[in-house]
């Protein structure tokens, strides 16, 4: 089974995306994620994408692209994948059909979890990750059971994203209702398109994606 996650910037789809992966067997392909590792190891690519995110834009199609075709290469993808946060323009949803029909893959569903405007600057200034396995807190939504203290690994060491701050989080928002919005009416005409209130708590998130997907996975 592949997905797509649609959404807006702190709409919850790498929240989402962590479970659904552990639920069926998926694995979660955040394009986000992949640049801020480039950027982290100072990579030629990543020297190209740190202060294009900074800024809250969209990262050049080809190097997106291109970091996708390869990653789908390795085996571990043949399972099934979630793709968090890509594709984000229409020239990379054109784009992932054609790799898909050329790796002989299909895509079951892109899944819109729906957030408007208003809460979104908060979700994002009150996001934090901890620092060694990547798992996602809120400052009111979503603590560690223990303060300071990572649920799955016990680390101390928490992170804040550079582009997570007010004034950016709005260029992020007018970039996706700009550039990726387009792909919900595309994504519609394939008969791919499901839509899921993203405004409940978490779990009631999780459990609308459940709804939707148990059926085809017979859980
Ligand atoms: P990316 O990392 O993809 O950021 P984004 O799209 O802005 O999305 P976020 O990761 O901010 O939000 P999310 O939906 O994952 O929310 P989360 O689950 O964390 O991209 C960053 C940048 O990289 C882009 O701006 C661009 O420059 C570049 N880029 C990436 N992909 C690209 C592409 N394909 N093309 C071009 N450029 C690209 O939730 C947010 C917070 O809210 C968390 O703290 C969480 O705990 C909390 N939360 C989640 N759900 C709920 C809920 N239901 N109720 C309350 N709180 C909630
Ligand atoms: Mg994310
Ligand atoms: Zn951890």
Redesign the pocket.
Known sequence: MNLVLL?P???????QAKRLQDRYGLIQL????M?RAAVASGSEVGKKAKA??DA????SDDI?IAIIDERLDQPDTLNGVIF?????TVA?AEALDEMLVRKKRKLDFAIEIRVPDAPIVE??T??FTCGKCGA???DK??RPKADGVCDSCGSTEFVRRA?DNAETVNK?LAAYHEQTAPLLPYYDKQGVYKLVD?T???SA?TRSLEALLDPVRGQ
């Open positions: 959404g910037p702190g709409g919850g789809k790498g929240t955040s394009t986000g994620d640049l294009v995110m809250g834009q969209l990262v997106v968090d946060g890509f594709p984000r990379q979700r994002i009150g996001r996602g807190y809120h939504f979503q582009d992020r993203g409940q708590d978490i998130v």
